[in-house]
């Protein structure tokens, strides 16, 4: 039997994979989210001459010659402007933030100034000279009205939220979140923090998945532990009816305790596949519920999260609009020599060698970690990356340069 190969199994995956809509979200809940739209300036930043410092608003040409005094003939602060107009011999009183009176065009900072006298009369003795528009910052010294300063297709991060505030919007036009519901089989797990019996092991592919179904942009739902009952497997299958994801973990190799795909069967599952040519990972099952995207992925904790990694993010952002769907892959250098792969893509756990790097002309340096097992967790903890080697790939050695996906 011939195995689907990982681009082959991508590109099914995605071929009926369209994105779903777009509604518009609070400015405070849009961190993170995939914005849709471009985004202009509704006003001008700053909308008016504002000072970058505390002292005092003059005329340049009144302060070209130090030490001089001037009347103090008001006060603007932030939020509150002096109405009046600083005339020859004139100075107001001025703080950061604050618009610059009429008359004015520059500003001595605090420091370079003395108080002759307060109250109804005051005056204040410059000591170091200000060319107009020192410490002022124009009008639209930021940005204009009108100009575009976030284009849609970003991530947006804590400093898109912030400027977009700024710009004026209170509401961002977003993709909709694809709804993952994520379910965990077997009669041989128990939830974190409960003890597993004798033949039992924790359920923690679940808690891997979640965080990156997240940071892609999906919404994700915990359906829990199902038994390898069919009628837990209902109960629980029937939980993620509005998910657009499905996500089994276990239960892909269709063998004799493994029920799942007979549970989704029943349902009406179109199976595209399930199997391919990938290691850790060949277990994989895809098919389509009606609308809903169902990926099986293997028990194992290092081949659940390759397969999410590969297989699930694309899915995720390609339904969120992301005209990047495809993982992004880099190239390095092995720091050490590398064995012939066999014929399945092998996704080999890896980390950066930092010590060896400038050995490689400053080429990211890689090397793999002891054990391929896709049993050992910690080892996945411990990686930075992937190396991805191809079917029949041929050994390598030091130096070589190979294909890497990041891990995070």
Known sequence: MTLLSVSEAIKRILSGAAPLGIEAVDLARAHGRFLRTDLEARLTQPPFDASSMDGYAVRGKDVAEVPTVLNVVGEAAAGLGYGGTVGTGQAARIFTGAPMPEGADCVVIQENTETVSDGDGAQVRILETAEPGRF??????????????????????????????????????????????????????????ETPGAHQIIASNSFGLVPMIENAGGAAKLLGIAKDTRESLDAHIAQAEEADILVTI?????????????????????????????????????????????????????????CGLVFLVPL?????????AEPAYETARLTRDLEANGPRQHYMRAIFDQTEQAQNGGSLGVRTVESQDSARLALLHAADCLIVREVNAPALAAGSEVRILRLD
């Open 250 to 306: 276990g239960g892909a190799s269709v063998g004799d305790h493994d029920l799942v795909h007979d549970a989704l069967s029943a349902r009406g599952l179109d199976l595209d596949f399930w199997k391919i040519a990938m290691r850790p990972g060949k277990p994989l099952m895809f098919g389509r519920l009606g609308r809903q995207f169902v990926l099986g992925v293997p028990g194992n904790p290092v081949s659940s999260y390759v």
């Open 136 to 193: 002022v910052r124009p009008r639209g010294f930021d940005f204009q009205a009108g100009d575009v300063l976030i284009r849609q297709g970003r991530n947006l991060t804590a400093r898109d939220v912030a400027l977009a505030a700024a710009m004026g919007h209170g509401t961002l036009n977003v993709s909709k979140r694809p709804r993952v519901a994520v379910l965990a089989t077997g009669d041989e797990l128990v939830p974190p923090g």
């Open 316 to 324: 995720i952002r390609r339904l969120i609009g992301h005209d990047a």
